[in-house]
Nanobody, 125 residues
């Protein structure tokens, strides 16, 4: 059974950094793409970053480009989201999600089959 579990959220001041982890079990990263999403209170869930299976191509939403970096550790079957220069508007619950590389996917949440429980990121002074 495929599962994903996030960790690493927390409280940080503006301009600070956090690193989130997404551990994939029941499958390997070469066969699954991992998407990072976030949801702020009162807002819809939005895609933040994607790392594809296979060649590990990466994609970012415009709002985080240049500040966030997604990478994967094949040995640990884990995807990392390094978040730098955090802003107030980055606050939200962050989710990782997995989808088979054989399926079509993008920044739309509906494409992803397996979701973690989410981890809270709060950017505040």
């Amino acid at each position: 059974q495929v599962q994903v579990v996030e960790s690493g959220g927390g409280f940080v001041q503006p301009g600070g950094s956090l690193r989130l982890s997404c551990a994939l079990s029941g499958a390997t990263l070469d066969r699954y793409a991992i998407g990072w999403f976030r949801q702020a209170p009162g807002k819809e869930r939005e895609g933040v970053s994607i790392i594809s299976g296979g060649d590990g191509s990466t994609y970012y939403a415009e709002s985080v480009k240049g500040r966030f970096t997604v990478s994967r550790d094949g040995a640990e079957n884990t995807v990392l989201l390094q978040m730098n220069s955090l802003k107030f508007e980055d606050t939200g619950v962050y989710y990782c999600a997995a989808v088979s590389v054989s399926a079509g996917y993008g920044f739309g949440a509906e494409a992803y089959d397996y979701w973690g429980q989410g981890t809270q990121v709060t950017v505040s002074s």
